[in-house]
């Protein structure tokens, strides 16, 4: 059941970040538009992030893991995401009138947005291949499986909502049920019966 | 949209960071179109013995906007193509201030090399996205008495370019009398939706269409003017259109305000902008 639970929380995690990166193309459009280099600012933002993310994750796996840690780690990544929602508008006005460049106006903008949640999602593989590892020869085996899992649910999060969800819901509206989810899926995972520390249960 | 028969003759090609640029000569005539399938979206096209008379009906349809206001002194242009727009405006009132929106530093490149666009201090070209810059227009004290919107082709709509809150960006940039152009192509169930998206920022507009794809939207900022103020402007330009090759007997007819949309289409928004999806045919 926690292995469930991890492979889930990699598949989300992955859904989640795509799901935000189209739609921060979207958000910063009205102030920056959406010349190739805006998409070039906010492409770099999320991939520094998720570096960062990973070497954090890694890092933190060292200290005492737990599947209740992941799921405060989705958790946390979900709460970031809030200011994106109620700071948008006033953060991207504020770069506006900052910056004349629309390349590091994006750039500035989408770092200051979406740099926090995106490295809490970052966070998240590593540490769940040290909770599913506990013999080293099947650590590859166990690392493709999780990265299949949160790179598929990447592919999902870009497939749904560019060709469905934009067409139904308006931005903030996708951005409430993604967080929401999050939330929800980070709290049934913490939920008592659920929080055994996987880390002792596999020695 | 067309076929090019095998007759076409291409002259030019061109790749940019947005998209394949085919200047091509076919039935006498010059184009610039920005694909390279079977079905090329034709941008732009030039009559090559007559080059000052207009060949699509969208560019004709564009002009009326100067029955709205026979003589704007301040112009500015959204989306730049084959240049048919700035080229006419300026010959015909040399003394306006032109300013020309386009996004593709490739465009402006093919539009001088092989339509004779010109630019000059009264007509401007600012190689950047269209929304960057008419929200920073609008905190500076630059106003415009005509806006020209035509950054759509039917393939293709920058979705950040046809939502409410843009248009109200725009509406902060026209004059207290300003005049709205803007070319629309809808066909789609897009229709609807671009119809009442304009219609809660502009409120009343002058609807055109002929051939179905082609659309303009009118609009004034002190209001509609009537038909007699239309007519009056056309005849006091008459002269002038007739060098672009047509003219009020052509133009008058096509002014309508008759809604033919679902007045109950979900407008647009910088929230919930699905234009291509709702352009596309499904």
């Given amino acids: ?203 | 949209m067309t076929t090019p028969s095998t007759a076409m003759n291409i002259i030019h090609t061109e790749k940019s960071l947005y998209r394949n640029i085919l200047v091509y000569e076919e039935d006498e005539q010059r184009c610039m179109s920005f694909t390279r399938h079977n079905r090329t979206a034709r941008q732009s096209c030039q009559s090559l013995d007559e080059p000052d008379q207009f060949v699509f009906s969208y560019t004709k349809m564009m002009m009326g906007a100067l029955y709205l206001n026979p003589h704007p002194r301040n112009i500015l242009i959204v989306g730049l193509g084959g240049g048919v727009l700035p080229t006419a405006l300026s010959r015909m009132f040399p003394d306006a201030g032109i300013d020309v929106v386009e996004i593709d530093p490739a465009v402006v490149k093919v539009a001088r090399q092989f339509f004779g666009f010109n630019p000059n201090p009264n007509v401007r070209v600012f190689e950047e996205d269209g929304r960057v810059f008419v929200k920073r227009a609008g905190k500076s004290s630059q106003r415009y008495e005509l806006i020209m919107l035509d950054a759509f082709d039917h393939e293709y709509i920058p979705e950040h370019l046809l939502t409410r809150e843009f248009l109200l960006e725009v509406k902060t940039l026209l004059t207290a009398d300003g005049v709205l152009a803007a070319n629309t192509f809808s066909s789609s169930r897009l229709y609807h939706h671009e119809s009442t998206t304009y219609q809660s920022v502009f409120g009343l507009f002058y609807n055109l269409r002929v051939e179905l794809k082609n659309r303009v939207v009118l609009a004034k900022m002190d209001g509609l003017p009537l038909r007699d103020a239309i007519e009056r402007n056309a005849n006091l330009l008459e002269e002038k259109l007739k060098l672009l090759g047509f003219g009020g007997d052509w133009l008058m007819p096509l002014f309508s305000t008759d809604r033919d949309w679902n007045p109950d289409a979900r407008v647009l928004t910088d929230q919930y902008s699905p234009s291509n999806l709702l352009n596309s045919a499904f």
Wanted: neutral net charge.
């Fill in chain 1, 1 to 203: 059941m926690d292995r469930f639970f991890i492979f889930l929380i990699a598949g989300w995690s992955g859904f989640f970040v795509m799901a935000i990166e189209l739609l921060s193309g979207r958000i910063l459009a009205p102030n920056f538009g959406n010349s190739i280099h805006v998409w070039g600012g906010v492409i770099t933002v999320f991939m520094l992030a998720l570096a960062l993310g990973y070497l954090l994750g890694g890092r933190w796996s060292l200290y005492d893991p737990s599947l209740r840690r992941l799921a405060l780690i989705l958790i946390a990544g979900a709460a970031a995401a809030i200011p994106v929602m109620l700071l948008g508008d006033p953060v991207l006005d504020w770069v506006f009138d900052l910056i004349q460049d629309p390349r590091y106006g994006s750039l500035l903008s989408a770092t200051l947005l979406f740099f926090i949640p995106t490295t809490l999602a970052g966070m998240v593989s590593p540490y769940a291949v040290r909770l599913l590892v506990d013999q080293s020869q099947l650590s590859g085996h166990l690392a493709g499986l999780l990265y299949f899992c949160s790179t598929f649910g990447s592919a999902a999060g870009t497939l749904l909502t560019s060709f469905y969800l934009v067409l139904y819901f308006e931005i903030n509206q996708i951005l409430t049920g993604l967080i929401g989810i999050s939330l929800l899926l980070g709290l049934l995972t913490i939920f008592p019966g659920n929080s055994k520390n996987a880390s002792r249960q596999s020695v």
